[in-house]
């Protein structure tokens, strides 16, 4: 089973960014797609975006062209590069490959 860590949550003001990291342990990281996803209060969780073994990318309308997903096979990481941050981008975001999920990390877009 595939563990994993995301990093890098914060506080930002509107128009800001962040960078999150997902650090997965094993090998089997690199040959398995993984995804970002998000939860805000009292809403259900949904995919922001999502990235193949081959590198290919998807994205929710919401964040394309603000967001981008990548992967560091070397470092078994994936990250989550988000741009021009609006307030209704304040959410959880959690990492998932297969059936394992990391424990989240809070990202909060407020002035």
């Known amino acids: 089973q595939v563990q994993l860590v995301e990093s890098g949550g914060g506080l930002v003001q509107p128009g800001g960014s962040l960078r999150l990291s997902c650090a997965a342990s094993?090998?089997?990281?690199?040959?398995?797609?993984m995804g970002w996803y998000r939860q805000a209060p009292g809403k259900q969780r949904e995919m922001v975006a999502s990235i193949t073994s081959g590198g290919n990318t998807n994205y929710a309308e919401s964040v394309k062209s603000r967001f981008a997903i990548s992967r560091d096979y070397a470092k078994n990481t994936a990250y989550l590069q988000m741009n021009s941050l609006k307030p209704e981008d304040t959410a959880v975001y959690y990492c998932?490959?297969?059936?394992?999920w990391g424990q989240g990390t809070q990202v909060t877009v407020s002035s």
């Open positions: 998932n490959c297969y059936d394992s």
């Open positions: 094993g090998s089997i990281f690199n040959l398995l797609p």
